[in-house]
C-alpha cells in the first residue's frame, strides 16, 4: 500500500515557488529523509505532509486519502514533530502528554508510559518551560507518537539531541512509516531507505 | 457529543490551569478594574450621579477587560507555537473554540467578580443583586463567543491588537446597550429586567451558535 503518493505537488507563498513541482511516492513502512539547504522547502514538504498546509497546485495523497479533504481523518494516521515543538510551558511534561491524550481520544496512561520510553520519566512533573531544548524535543517525540501514528512526519528531529538521544530517535522509529527532513547525512542514512534531496531535486535509494 | 465535551473541557481546564500559574492576565486585569473605577471616580460626579453613571462605567470596564481577555486566547497559543499541534489533532474545531470560549469567559467572570463590590465601594453603594449578576453572566457568555471568534481571526495577523477591538466592539454594542439597561434596572432605575435578561439569552444563542460555525472555518488554514 502505497503511504504517499505526490503528483505535480508544489507550494507559493505570493507569487513565489517555495516547493516543486514534485513527483514523490512512499510505500507504507518504507522511510524517506527530505535533505536540502536552508530554504529549499524542507519544512514546507513536510508541512503538506502533515496536513497543515493545503498544496498550492497539484495532488497530494496519503493512504489513499486526499490531504486537502479528508485531513480530519488524516490527523489520526499522521505524528507529527515541527520544526518548533510547541509545548505549553506553564504545564509539566506530563500534562502536556494528557492534554494531547483527551484531543486524540487516547487514554490517558499512554502518557507517562510514553514520557518513560522517551527517557523523561524523571522529569514529568518538571514544567515544559524549564525543560532543555533537547529533552523539550523528546517530549516532542513523545506527543507525536502518542497516538500511535502509521505515519511519522518529523521536522530536524535530531535537532538539540545528545548521543543518546539520537540512538533513541533510532529506536523509536524503527520499522515505522517515516519522513523526516534532517542536515545530517549520516542520521538519514542510518534511518531511512531512501533520501529526497530537495536542492537536487533528487531521489536516492541508500542502501 | 462526550468527545466534544472532552475536548472542550480539556482546553479550558488547559487555558486556566496555565493562566493560573502563568498569572499573566488576572492579577493586571483586577489591578485594570480597580484604576478603571479609580478614574471613573475622580472623572465623573459620583456622589450626585452615581447610579446614572453605574452601568456605562461598568460596562466599559467589562468591555475593555474582554478584549484583553479573549485576545490573549490565541495570542498565546501563536506565541508559544503551540496553535499548529493543537490543530493538527482530530479533535472539533468547534470544541477547540469552544473551549477556550469557556476558559476566557471565566476569566472574565473572576474580574468581574472584583468589579462589582468595588463598585459598590467607589459608588458606595450596593451594586450586587440576582439580575445584575444574570445581566452580566449572560452578556459574559455572548460576548466570549464573538470575542474569541474575533481573537482567532486577529491571531492570524500581525496587526492582532488593533484588529480585534475594530473586529469585536461593533457586536458587542447590542450587549452593552441591553447590559446596561439591565443593570440600570438592577439597580433601581426603575422598570422590568426580565425583557432585558430575555433579550441577552436570545443574542448569547444566536452569537455563539455562529461563532461555534464560523470557528471551524477560521482555525482551518
Partial sequence: MKAIEARG??????????????????DAGDS???????????????????????????????????????????????????DVAGHYPALTALENLEFFCDLH??????????????????????RAGELSRGMGQRLGLARALLHAPELLVLDEPDAGLDDDGRELLTKLVEGKTLVFATHDRELAARLCRHSLDLSRRALEVFR | MTSFLRVVGAVARKDLRTEL????????????????LLIAFFGF???????????????????????????????????????????LTPASRSAIFAGKALAAALVLAACEAVLVPAMG????????????????????????GLGCLFAALAAQTRARDLLLPVL???????????????????LGGGGEVNGA?????????????????????VLDD
Avoid at chain 2, 500559574?21 to 478603571?36: H, I, T
Avoid at chain 2, 465601594?121 to 466570549?144: D, Q, R, W
Avoid at chain 2, 466592539?169 to 434596572?185: E, H, K, N, Y
Fill in chain 1, 9 to 26: 505537488l508544489r507550494q507559493r507563498f505570493g507569487s513565489r515557488t517555495v516547493l516543486g513541482p514534485l513527483e514523490l511516492s512512499l
Fill in chain 1, 32 to 82: 524517506l529523509a527530505v535533505l536540502g539547504e536552508n530554504g529549499s522547502g524542507k519544512t514546507t514538504l513536510l508541512r503538506l505532509l502533515a496536513t497543515a498546509a493545503r498544496p498550492s497546485g497539484g495532488e497530494l495523497r496519503i493512504f489513499g486519502l486526499d490531504a486537502s479533504r479528508e485531513r480530519t481523518e488524516l490527523r489520526r494516521r499522521i505524528g507529527y514533530l515541527g
Fill in chain 1, 105 to 126: 481520544g487516547v487514554e490517558r496512561a499512554r502518557a507517562p508510559r510514553l514520557l518513560e520510553q522517551v527517557g523523561l520519566a524523571h522529569v514529568g512533573r518538571r
Fill in chain 2, 21 to 36: 500559574r502563568s498569572r499573566e492576565m488576572l492579577p493586571a486585569l483586577g489591578q485594570f478594574v480597580v484604576l478603571a
Fill in chain 2, 45 to 87: 460626579d459620583v456622589e450626585t450621579g452615581g447610579l446614572k453613571i453605574a452601568p456605562g462605567v461598568l460596562w466599559l470596564t467589562v468591555t475593555f477587560a474582554g478584549l484583553v481577555a479573549f485576545g490573549r486566547t490565541f495570542a498565546a497559543e501563536r506565541d508559544q507555537a503551540s496553535l499548529e499541534p493543537l490543530l
Fill in chain 2, 121 to 144: 465601594v467607589f459608588f458606595n453603594t450596593t451594586v450586587f443583586s440576582l439580575e445584575l449578576a444574570g445581566a452580566l453572566v449572560l452578556a459574559t457568555i455572548g460576548m466570549a
Fill in chain 2, 168 to 186: 469585536a466592539l461593533p457586536l458587542w454594542i447590542p450587549f452593552v446597550v441591553v447590559g446596561g439597561r439591565a443593570v440600570q434596572v438592577a
Fill in chain 2, 197 to 217: 435578561l430575555a433579550l441577552l439569552l436570545d443574542f448569547d444563542i444566536l452569537f455563539v451558535v455562529v461563532a461555534s460555525l464560523a470557528a471551524r472555518f
